[in-house]
């Protein structure tokens, strides 16, 4: 496997991990933290480019 892909599957896993938090902060009916956002939108752009750089490697 290649490292680019276990890199992007670590971004996964970090991004559904804040995606949790961010839903568990909505769902007790406060608002989540503005770094689990600005991490989750990093993370995102993260993954698009792991997702480029992988789809140029293959």
């Not at 680019?4 to 909505?26: D, G, M, P, S």
């Not at 406060?30 to 989750?40: L, S």
């Amino acid at each position: 496997m290649s490292s680019t892909f276990e890199e992007w599957q670590k971004a996964k896993q970090r991004q559904a991990v804040l995606a949790y938090q961010i839903a568990a902060a909505v769902a007790a009916g406060t608002t989540a933290r503005p770094d689990d956002i600005e991490r989750f939108q990093k993370t995102e752009a993260e993954m698009r480019e792991l997702e480029t750089k992988f789809s140029e490697e293959s």
